[in-house]
């Protein structure tokens, strides 16, 4: 009786990339489109076909006065095809100015910011990915929900409370981040080893998963303190709130700290 093939460790490993390279092209692609249709993209572009409208009329009119000239020095006098010419020499000049006029007043108006890299997610095939789609829909909430905050509206929210709370969820992103990697490379390497040693690292997969949901729950708590923060501040005492808010987060920082690979994770997942 014949035996089946074994798929081996070299046929696993190229699947693997595979996911990853599809995965990276998709993210690729999808930030390029966005980058396309950002405030700042569209700007610049209409300041560059203002530019060419601008050259092209005053190519044409150039070109047009030239021609009447010529054929008004040649012929010695005001032709049909002369007058025809030079008015239509001032039409295009008066299309110029336009053309110039509005370029002037794009090169005028300040560039939005450029928006921020967005992080690669990890690919579809990974219990990370979900997470940390969860965490970049969450820390981009958060960040208006700052704007907001921030707004001279809002005069009783202390400047410093709203910063505190920035840079602390942004050290909860971090450490969540590097927790997500841990666990796509313990995920790599689970794939890849022998069927009979594969046990402890599935466990190790399930563990650092688990680690994920609680920390991007509690970023989530963060959102929802911030949200409310802004209502109560029409209502209320946001600085109260955002205060509780902030403390919550330096505590989910402080733990999320603990889930980082200089926290211990990795060689918890080992064993």
């Known amino acids: 009786m014949a035996l089946e ?19 990276l092209v998709s993210e690729q692609l999808r930030q390029k ?3 396309w249709r950002s405030p700042r993209a569209k700007l610049l572009r209409r300041r560059r076909r203002a530019v060419r409208a601008t050259a092209t009329w005053g190519t044409i ?17 005001a032709t049909f095809a ?23 007043r794009l090169h005028k108006t300040p ?9 690669l997610l990890p690919p579809a095939g990974s219990l990370a990915r979900e997470p940390m789609q969860r965490l970049a829909e969450a820390e981009d909430a958060l960040g208006e929900l700052l704007r907001q905050l921030e707004s001279p509206a809002m005069t009783s929210v202390p400047a410093d ?19 997500a990697g841990q666990l796509q490379a313990v995920e790599r390497a689970r794939d890849t080893a022998p069927p009979l040693q594969r046990g402890p690292l599935v466990d190790g997969v399930r563990r ?44 989910l920082a402080s733990a999320l700290r603990d889930l980082s690979p200089r926290g211990g994770v990795a060689p918890d997942t080992a064993n």
């Open 82 to 104: 002369v007058v025809g010419l030079f008015t239509v020499a001032g039409v295009t000049g008066l299309a110029t100015v336009r053309a110039a006029i509005r370029s002037y």
């Open 161 to 179: 409370s709203v910063t505190q709370a920035r840079a602390t969820g942004a050290e909860a992103a971090g450490a969540l981040r590097a927790v």
């Open 5 to 23: 093939p074994r798929r081996g460790v070299p046929d696993q490993l190229a699947e693997l990339v595979g996911q990853q390279v599809r995965g």
């Open 208 to 251: 650092l998963r688990a680690q994920l949901d609680e920390g991007v729950d509690g970023y989530g708590g963060l959102v929802a303190a911030a949200g409310r923060a802004v209502v109560e501040s029409r209502v209320s005492d946001p600085k109260r709130l955002l205060t509780d808010a902030t403390d919550h987060l330096a505590g």
């Open 61 to 77: 009119g150039g070109v047009t006065g030239a021609g009447a000239t010529v054929l008004e020095v040649a012929g010695g006098q």
């Open 33 to 35: 489109v966005s980058d």
């Open 111 to 119: 560039l939005p910011e450029v928006p921020p890299a967005p992080v």
